[in-house]
C-alpha cells in the first residue's frame, strides 16, 4: 500500500540536543498527524494539522504542515531521555473512510 | 471522555489454532474502527476498518477476519492461526475527524 517517506529512520542523540524529523508524500493531504509509540504500547497521538502553512507546538514539540501539502515536520527542543520511542507520521486525504497513510516511523534514542 | 480498552494483552498461540482479539471504546457512539499490525516493532499496516455495525472493509487478502457486533466492539479472528500472523495488533478508534487513537495493543505469537 501506500506509504509517506519518513526520515531520518533513525536517530541517536545526546540530551539537550534538537530533533527534527520529517515527512513527504507525492499526494497532496487535508491532514498530518504525528505519533510517538513507546516499546510494547499504542501509538499516542503528539500533534494534529489540518490547514496548509499551519505551525503547532505541544510543550517542546513543533510541527508543521507544508504549504504545498506533500510534506510535514517534525521538531523536538532539548531532547530528554523520556524522548525515547518510534516517531510516526501519518497523512490523510479525508474522505468518508478515515484511512491514514503512515510512514514508517523514526526511532529516537536519546544518550542522557 | 473517550477510552479504548483491547484484550488479551499478549498471548501465544499454536499453529492451527484460533485467535479472537476483542477491543471496545467507551464514551463515544459509532466510532469508525480500526485493526492494525505492526511487525518489528515498525510500519503499521491497516488490516480492517468498521464505519458502523456489521460493516467491514478489508484492506490485504489474509488469514484474519474481523466483526463488529455492536457500535463499541470490533473483533480480530482467525480459524487458523500462522506462524506469519504474529505481531503486535492494535485496535484504534476515530471520531468525525482524521485523528485516531490507538488501544494499548495485544501481542501475538503463534508457535
Known amino acids: 500500500g501506500q506509504q509517506l517517506n519518513q526520515s531520518p529512520q533513525s536517530m541517536f542523540i545526546q540530551e539537550g540536543e534538537d530533533v527534527s524529523m520529517n515527512c513527504t508524500s507525492s499526494s497532496i493531504f487535508n491532514t498530518w498527524l504525528w505519533y510517538k509509540q513507546d516499546p510494547g504500547e499504542g501509538p499516542v497521538l503528539l500533534i494534529a494539522?489540518?490547514?496548509a502553512g499551519e505551525l503547532t507546538s505541544n510543550g517542546r514539540l513543533t510541527a508543521q504542515f507544508g504549504i504545498t501539502r506533500k510534506d510535514s515536520f517534525l521538531n523536538i527542543s532539548a531532547s530528554i531521555p523520556s524522548d525515547v520511542g518510534i516517531y510516526f507520521c501519518?497523512?490523510?486525504?479525508?474522505?468518508?473512510?478515515?484511512?491514514?497513510?503512515w510512514g514508517l516511523g523514526t526511532s529516537l534514542a536519546v544518550n542522557p | 471522555s473517550q477510552t479504548i480498552h483491547q484484550w488479551p494483552a499478549t498471548l501465544v498461540q499454536p499453529v492451527g489454532s484460533p485467535l479472537s482479539l476483542e477491543c471496545t471504546v467507551e464514551g463515544t457512539s459509532n466510532p469508525n474502527l480500526y485493526w492494525y499490525r505492526q511487525a518489528a516493532g515498525r510500519g503499521l499496516q491497516l488490516l480492517f476498518y468498521?464505519?458502523?455495525?456489521?460493516?467491514i472493509s478489508s484492506e490485504v487478502p489474509q488469514n484474519l477476519s474481523a466483526s463488529r457486533p455492536q457500535d463499541r466492539q470490533f473483533i480480530l479472528s482467525s480459524k487458523k492461526l500462522l506462524l506469519s500472523d504474529s505481531g503486535f495488533y492494535l485496535c484504534?478508534?476515530?471520531?468525525?475527524?482524521?485523528?485516531?487513537?490507538f488501544g494499548e495493543g495485544s501481542w501475538l505469537t503463534v508457535v
Open positions: 484504534a478508534w476515530s471520531p468525525m475527524q482524521d485523528t485516531i487513537y
Open positions: 494539522l489540518y490547514k
Open positions: 468498521s464505519v458502523g455495525i456489521g460493516q
Open positions: 501519518a497523512g490523510s486525504n479525508a474522505g468518508n473512510n478515515r484511512k491514514l497513510i
